[in-house]
């Protein structure tokens, strides 16, 4: 059996105010191929997941960016 291996990251993500701020995060991080199991903290105002396979932080930025927030960092 293959498993495969996991990176967990976290990012800091500037400009969330409330759940539907959290549920944007969620959805624009999940689209990306490579992240799965996206946790995202409006209290600690941060995003976390695993990394299936290396992704260019420029993509996950512009995602965030693309939903309306900002990575701090």
């Known amino acids: ?14 400009g969330m ?12 991080l999940n689209a990306i ?3 799965e199991n996206v946790q995202v903290d409006l209290k600690t105002e941060t ?9 260019d932080t420029v993509v996950i930025t512009e995602a965030v960016k693309k939903a309306g927030y900002n990575v701090a960092g």
């Open 47 to 55: 995003a976390s997941y695993d990394e299936t396979r290396p992704v």
């Open 1 to 14: 059996m293959h498993s495969r291996r996991l990176v967990v990251k976290t990012i800091k993500i500037k």
């Open 33 to 35: 191929d490579g992240i």
């Open 17 to 28: 105010s409330c759940q539907h701020c959290v549920m944007a995060v969620t959805k624009a």
